[in-house]
């Protein structure tokens, strides 16, 4: 839920919501941490179907950043 309201309030105010998974983190429980990442990306799919977020990278971010000086 955290990270579905983050991605909505980055898509509200147009902001970057960063999302990452620190692999021990798929220890614990992993088709739960696994079944909860499949809705996060879903949803943020369909907000980027709907143009209303881009999905990048940090790589893409950082680019971005430097091209604007």
């Known amino acids: 839920r955290r990270a579905i309201h983050g991605i909505n309030a980055a898509?509200?105010?147009?902001r970057i919501?960063?999302?990452?998974?620190h692999p021990i983190n798929l220890v614990d429980?992993?088709?739960r941490l696994l079944d909860a990442m499949a809705?996060?990306?879903?949803h943020a799919a369909r907000l980027r179907d709907q143009?209303?977020?881009?999905?990048l990278s940090?790589?893409?971010?950082?680019?971005?950043?430097?091209?604007?000086g």
């Open 29 to 31: 429980r992993p088709k």
């Open 58 to 68: 940090m790589a893409e971010i950082a680019e971005q950043a430097a091209a604007r």
């Open 39 to 42: 809705q996060i990306i879903e």
């Open 51 to 55: 143009g209303q977020v881009e999905i």
């Open 17 to 21: 919501s960063h999302f990452w998974l």
């Open 11 to 14: 898509a509200a105010e147009r």
